[in-house]
């Protein structure tokens, strides 16, 4: 079945650092990916998606780069900064199961001025 | 645009009662999906209704059941609570048809605790 791994935190960085978050990815069929973020009593909002091979997603700084050969979607960012403290969360959607969303377990991110 | 509304924000409940939580979609948004989150199982597909049709379920109890009304609002109810049910549950809203996947928006979610 369809699933999302990603790497375990929680990460703490300091402000400036550079964040790489790694999430790969097992699908049936021709998967959208997604990357969402959670911050502290609140729901999930989109960061940013790619929807097939190859394409980048990028949104506030972050990128991330549908990799079909490795089955990754790992989760980018130059220069962190405090405001980014949050719990980001890789996800699929799979053609072969419309709408339902395969998340990961979420990467608690930490950064400190 | 309004967002994802869920009520009620926080709920307590005794063990053995019975909940319903809701949902209001964004305006134009067709399907409703319902996830559960806590820590020790991350999030959890629960189901999704599409024009007052459920269409996809996950591996929930028969005791966790859904309905969308024609106006896409949705609400989920839970029969005879456990201590496990305690959680956040979160309502999605997207565009999607049958042939498309786009992204899903999420509520706040609702906060229910079972004591």
């Known amino acids: 079945g369809d699933s999302v791994t990603q790497m375990e935190g929680p990460v703490t960085l300091s402000e400036e650092a550079f964040l790489t978050i790694n999430c790969t990815y097992t699908a049936t069929g021709y998967p959208s990916l997604f990357w969402y973020v959670q911050y502290p009593g609140e729901g999930l909002q989109l960061l940013l998606k790619a929807t097939k091979a190859d394409d980048k997603g990028s949104n506030k700084g972050f990128e991330a780069t549908y990799r079909k050969e490795t089955t990754s979607f790992h989760l980018e960012k130059g220069s962190v900064q405090v405001s980014d403290s949050a719990v980001y969360f890789c996800a699929l959607t799979d053609s072969n199961t419309g709408n339902q969303f395969y998340f990961g377990t979420g990467t608690s991110l930490t950064v400190i001025p | 645009k309004a967002g994802v509304t869920q009520t009620p924000r926080y709920l307590i409940k005794t063990r053995g009662q019975q909940v319903t939580l809701s949902c209001s979609p964004i305006?134009?948004?067709?399907?409703v999906s319902w996830y559960q989150q806590t820590p020790g199982q991350g999030l959890q597909f629960l189901f999704e209704y599409f024009s007052e049709t459920q269409r996809n379920k996950g591996n929930f109890p028969g005791r966790f059941s859904g309905r969308q009304f024609s106006n896409s609002r949705s609400e989920m109810n839970v029969s005879t609570l456990e201590l496990g049910d305690s959680a956040l549950y979160l309502c999605?809203?997207?565009?999607?048809?049958?042939?498309?996947?786009?992204?899903?928006?999420f509520g706040q979610g609702t906060r229910l605790t079972v004591v």
């Open positions: 999605a809203s997207s565009l999607a048809t049958a042939a498309l996947n786009t992204e899903a928006f």
């Open positions: 305006s134009g948004h067709r399907s």
